[in-house]
T-cell receptor, first 113, second 113 residues
Framework: DGGITQSPKYLFRKEGQNVTLSCEQNLNHDAMYWYRQDPGQGLRLIYYSQIVNDFQKGDIAEGYSVSREKKESFPLTVTSAQKNPTAFYLC????????????FGPGTRLTVL | GENVEQHPSTLSVQEGDSAVIKCTYSDSASNYFPWYKQELGKGPQLIIDIRSNVGEKKDQRIAVTLNKTAKHFSLHITETQPEDSAVYFCAARTSGTGNQFYFGTGTSLTVIP
């Protein structure tokens, strides 16, 4: 069953702690993306990766870091430098950068207490 | 960069009526316009899309129209059903670096049985 998985669905952390969100895809897609979703706002791009060992900053990369050591995996770390980390985080993938359809995972809701 | 505006933010219709959601974009170089449906607690799913060289596209009860001159595109849902209730997002893809997607702020559609 092909798709994108994100874990966990809900995550709670104390202020000042780094936290890593998981994203895995078995679609054999080259491109992967991380978006942040806040109430009343559209999705905003944090980071994207065109291929293994490559990633680029999106519009709101400050306070976040990523890695792409394997094609299937694109974890996102929310660092303590992110001023307002509480949000819904969505991972997506596409066959390649510039390909039309992006497939989204179910999301992780992060709450920083 | 690209700016996508979406209206209305909330929309309630009676079952069987039509629903129309409108989006405008600012970058004339944007060339691909998808619409996503997001159910509560889930990731967005692509429901229909249109390229810049096409004026209209239909898929059963769903249609999208694009006016490149005016830089606006619309989603039309006919014969609405309760299961159409969700949040709908429009997006525009730029042709620049990363072929980035820019999303509207979403429309919460409620279909009243």
């Amino acid at each position: 069953d092909g798709g994108i998985t994100q874990s966990p669905k809900y995550l709670f952390r104390k202020e000042g702690q780094n936290v890593t969100l998981s994203c895995e895809q078995n679609l054999n897609h080259d491109a992967m993306y991380w978006y942040r979703q806040d109430p009343g706002q559209g999705l905003r791009l944090i980071y994207y990766s065109q291929i293994v060992n490559d990633f680029q900053k999106g519009d709101i990369a400050e306070g976040y870091s990523v890695s792409r050591e394997k094609k299937e995996s694109f974890p996102l770390t929310v660092t303590s430098a992110q001023k307002n980390p509480t949000a819904f985080y969505l991972c997506a993938s596409s066959i390649r950068i510039g390909h039309d359809e992006q497939f989204f995972g179910p999301g992780t809701r992060l709450t920083v207490l | 960069g690209e700016n996508v505006e979406q209206h209305p933010s909330t929309l309630s219709v009676q079952e069987g009526d039509s629903a129309v959601i409108k989006c405008t974009y600012s970058d004339s170089a944007s060339n691909y316009f998808p619409w996503y449906k997001q159910e509560l607690g889930k990731g967005p799913q692509l429901i229909i899309d249109i390229r810049s060289n096409v004026g209209e596209k239909k898929d059963q009860r769903i249609a999208v129209t694009l006016n490149k001159t005016a830089k606006h595109f619309s989603l039309h849902i006919t014969e609405t059903q309760p299961e159409d209730s969700a949040v709908y997002f429009c997006a525009a893809r730029t042709s620049g670096t990363g072929n980035q997607f820019y999303f509207g702020t979403g429309t919460s559609l409620t279909v009243i049985p």
